[in-house]
């Protein structure tokens, strides 16, 4: 359930009038769920925007509709209104929505996935990047491929080597190696010529 404050459903109840729309409500979507890039979308929903499996929650004399996959993301959520001198604040917290880390005793794929997602997709992203993880061999070798701005660069190895490499081998002991198999040749955008 997602607690919408007093604020906000009066906010929302005067916003919807004024569009002058039978049976119009809100929408909240999770965009990019369990990543650091996560964010809640909030928007008009008219009736003809339904899904057949959204959720619907009563807000006064409006609903707000949250699509299945979104859904479980959104658990706990609040949104708020606060006037100010500006007109005000909105403010949508989502406890869940950027995931949870992997606990311990879970599997090394998940558990380096999640530090590529959380640590090193992010800081590469600024120069277009991005590394993806393709397996984890039997001899705990972790085997990335390298897109986007990274393919082709001539950085890239530095930045596996100093980089993603010493990360993970700092954070997981049981990490003998890492391995690129990116054809760089192939690289048609790199940040670095």
């Known amino acids: ?17 004024q569009q002058d729309i039978p049976g119009l409500g809100l929408r909240l979507k999770a965009l990019n769920p369990g990543l650091p890039s996560a964010d809640v979308e909030l928007t008009f929903c008219e009736p003809d925007d339904l899904e057949e499996d959204d959720h619907q929650q009563r807000c006064g004399s409006f609903s707000v509709y949250i699509d299945t996959q979104s859904y479980a993301w959104l658990e706990n959520a609040s949104i708020d209104f606060v006037r100010n001198d500006t007109g ?9 929505l950027k995931g949870a880390a992997p606990a311990p005793d879970a599997a090394l794929p998940e558990r380096v996935q999640w530090l590529l997602d959380i640590e090193i997709n ?10 993806a993880l393709i397996e984890i061999t039997p001899d705990n070798i972790v085997v990335l491929q390298f897109g986007g701005g990274c393919q082709g660069c001539g950085q890239a190895s530095v930045t596996l080597q100093e980089g993603i490499e010493k990360n993970l081998l700092e954070k997981f002991p049981e ?5 690129d198999v990116t054809d760089h040749a192939a690289g048609e955008n790199p940040y670095y010529a």
């Open 122 to 131: 992010p800081q590469i992203a600024a120069h277009g990047g991005r590394v």
């Open 1 to 17: 359930m997602i607690l919408v404050t007093d604020n906000a459903t009066n906010h929302f109840a005067n916003l919807i009038e």
């Open 88 to 96: 005000g604040q909105l403010t949508i917290k989502a406890p869940g």
């Open 175 to 179: 990490i003998k190696g890492v391995r």
